[in-house]
Nanobody, 118 residues
């Protein structure tokens, strides 16, 4: 019912920046949280950043101070500004959206590759 389309991934050098975007479509009403996970080879998928409807955001310790998550005015688009990128940030980044209250469904994007070279 919710489709998430990501963009902005790519290859950058260490110290560079990327801006990821994720746009939700479909049954976007009642989306109350959006954000990003990432998964590197051989590692568990981890939460990078999330934002809820009131604008509150949380970040993984490893990205705090370097990444910034924000939502568009329509509240169906989320951005991840990634600065001072490190090789260890290399991963597939997945957008997510939570929809519903009391009974919440998690939707996922297809993922976008971020590669940071040394």
């Amino acid at each position: 019912q919710v489709q998430l389309v990501e963009s902005g991934g790519g290859l950058v050098q260490a110290g560079g920046s990327l801006r990821l975007s994720c746009a939700a479509s479909g049954s976007i009403n009642n989306i109350n949280a959006m954000g990003w996970y990432r998964q590197a080879p051989g590692k568990q998928r981890e939460l990078v950043a999330g934002i809820i409807s009131d604008g509150s955001a949380n970040y993984a310790d490893s990205v705090k101070g370097r990444f910034t998550i924000s939502r568009g005015d329509a509240k169906n688009t989320v951005y991840l500004q990634m600065n001072s990128l490190k090789p260890e940030d290399t991963a597939v980044y997945y957008c997510y959206a939570n929809r519903g209250y009391t009974y919440t469904t998690r939707y996922w994007g297809q993922g976008t590759q971020v590669t940071v070279s040394s």
